[in-house]
C-alpha cells in the first residue's frame, strides 16, 4: 500500500478499491493501483435519446455516455443505469437489490426487506450469492450497494419539501399485513418499551388508541403519529431496523464477495441520525449518504463517506416557484451560486471521498433550468450544469489535497 496513507486506516482487499486515511486525516478512495481517487460519478447513466441539433460538431445520437462523461471530468458511475460509462473502463457501483430476496415492505416512503424474518438471513446470502458472482474479480467495480433507492420513511425534517404528518416506519410497520414478521415484531418491539398494555402505550404517546386497528385506520388515511413519545419509538425502531439490515446485508455480501467495499445502499432522500447510526463500518466501509446528511467536518468518527443524490436545480425550482420567480435569471443564478459552494465545501471535508450526481436523464416533466438531469429529455446537454461540474471535476482532486487537516491519529 501507498506510504502516504496511514496503514491502520484500510479497508477494503489489496489488488481492488480501497479506502483509507492520508497523514494530514483526509478520507480517499484508493484505486487498485494504489493512487488516491477522489469518485465523481453519475447516477443512472445510460443511452440517451438524440435531438436534432449538433454539439460541437458532433450529432448526440453519435456521442456515448462515457464520451461525455470524460469530457465533463466525471470517472465513475453509480448505480441505476444500464452498461453504459460500465463497459468503457470506467469505475462503478453495483447494488445487490435485497429488497428483491422474499417479500419487500412497500410502502409510501418505505421500500425495505422484511429484516425480522427468519428466513431473512437465508434468502439474502442467496441473493448475494446469484448476483456478486460475476463481479468478484472485477478491478473497476468501486463497490457494493445492498439496495439502490431505499426508502426508511423518516419524520421529515422542519425545512423539507415533504409535507408535514407522514407516516414513518414505525406506523407503517405497526400496519402492515399480518404475514410480515416485521408487523408482530414491531408491536412486540413497542409493548415491551410500555409494560406490554396498549393503555401505557397510549399514554406514552398521547394518542388515543381502543385498539391495535386505530393506527392501521391513521396510516391509511396519511394520517401520521407525529407526538414526542411516538418519535422517540419510532426513532428506536428505525435504529433497530437499520441495524438488522445493515448487518445482515453486510454478511451476506461479505461472504459471496471478500474483495469489493461496502457502501451501504442509496438512499431515497435524507433518512435521518437513527438510520445513519447503523449505517457504519464494520458492516459498511463507506457509507453513501445523502449529500444533505454529511457528518459534522470535525466529527472524529465520521468517515468515510460518499456525498449521495447531489443535485440543487429540485430545491431551487420549489423556491423560486414560492418565491414567484422561476422564470427569473436571479434565480438561476442563485441555484449555481448554491451549487458551487456546496460541491466545494464538499471536496474539502475530511470525510467525503467523492461524490454521486443524483440523476442522469431529466424525469417526464421537468423543465430547464430547473430540471435535475445532465442530459435533457432530447438528448441535450444540461449545460447550466454540466459547464459547473466540469469545471468542479477538473480542480476537485487539487481542492481536495488542499483540505485542511482536521483529523488526528
Known sequence: MPGDFRPETFRGAEGFFCAGQDQAGRWW??????????????????????????????????????????????????????????????????????????????????????????????????????????????????????????????????????????????????????????????????????GGRLESLARAWGVPLANREVVRERTRAEQGLATRGYLRDDARWSREFARRYFTSTAAAIRAADPNHLLLGGRFAGPVGASVLAECVYPAVDVALCDWRELPAAGAPSAGPVLAGNVGWADEAFHVALATGSARRLTSVERMLRRG????????????????????????????????????????AEAREHTELLTEFNFRADIMRSAAPQTVSP
Not at 41 to 69: C, F, K, M, N, Y
Not at 151 to 172: E, F, H, M, Y
Request: proline share 9%; net charge negative.
Open 29 to 194: 478512495l484508493i484505486e487498485p493501483g494504489g493512487r488516491p481517487f477522489f469518485c465523481k460519478a453519475v447516477q443512472g447513466v445510460r443511452a440517451t435519446p438524440a435531438d436534432s441539433g449538433d454539439h460541437d460538431g458532433t450529432p448526440t445520437s453519435a456521442i456515448d455516455p462515457a464520451v461525455r462523461l470524460r469530457r465533463w471530468g466525471f470517472n465513475a458511475v453509480g448505480a441505476g443505469g444500464a452498461d453504459a460509462g460500465r463497459a468503457d473502463g470506467l469505475a462503478f457501483m453495483a447494488a445487490v437489490d435485497f429488497c428483491r430476496a422474499g417479500a419487500p415492505i412497500v410502502a409510501p416512503g418505505v421500500r425495505l426487506p422484511d429484516v425480522f424474518d427468519p428466513d431473512w438471513p437465508r434468502l439474502a446470502v442467496a441473493r448475494a450469492a446469484e448476483v456478486c458472482a460475476p463481479l468478484v474479480s472485477s478491478r473497476e467495480l468501486l463497490g457494493w450497494l445492498a439496495d439502490d433507492g431505499s426508502g426508511w420513511a423518516q419524520p421529515a425534517a422542519a425545512d423539507s419539501s415533504a409535507g408535514p404528518g407522514r407516516p414513518t416506519l414505525l406506523q407503517i410497520c405497526l400496519s402492515l399485513e399480518p404475514g410480515f414478521v416485521a408487523f408482530h415484531a414491531a408491536w412486540e418491539f413497542v409493548l415491551a418499551l410500555h
Open 340 to 379: 458551487r459552494a456546496a460541491l466545494v465545501r464538499a471536496a474539502r471535508h475530511p470525510a467525503v471521498a467523492g461524490y454521486v450526481w443524483g440523476q442522469w436523464l431529466d424525469e417526464p416533466g421537468e423543465q430547464p433550468p430547473f430540471a435535475r438531469g445532465l442530459v435533457h429529455a432530447n438528448g
